[in-house]
């Protein structure tokens, strides 16, 4: 089984930039997408960044070309830029397992980090 564990959330102000980071704890042979979403407080959880298996990334509209997702051999990175006070919200990181012979489809979600940003 495997868990993503979330970190790099703080305080920042209005125009300025910070890299979360995602590291997959555990090891598993199945498939996987991994993807970012947020959570403003009160507010239902919504889409950010998604990088597929096959290496395709999707963003959403709202921060697409202030935010860019990466992946390298130890860790996922969703950086941050122009960072606005409505992208004030919880992150989290998620793997969604893809279903073959041996693997169900099952999403694992992070216990997400904290962005604040101020005006």
């Known amino acids: 089984q495997v868990r993503p564990v979330e970190f790099g959330g703080r305080a920042v102000q209005a125009g300025g930039s910070l890299t979360l980071s995602c590291v997959v704890s555990?090891?598993?042979?199945?498939?996987?997408?991994l993807s970012w979403w947020r959570q403003p407080l009160g507010k239902e959880r919504e889409f950010v960044s998604s990088l597929n298996s096959d290496g395709t990334l999707f963003y959403r509209p709202s921060i697409k070309g202030r935010f860019t997702m990466s992946q390298d051999n130890t860790k996922n990175t969703l950086f941050l830029d122009s960072l606005r006070p409505e992208d004030t919200a919880t992150y989290f990181c998620k793997i969604g397992q893809k279903p073959s012979f041996w693997c169900e489809t099952k999403d694992y979600w992070g216990q997400g980090t904290l962005v604040q940003v101020s005006s």
């Open positions: 555990g090891h598993t042979t199945c498939k996987y997408d």
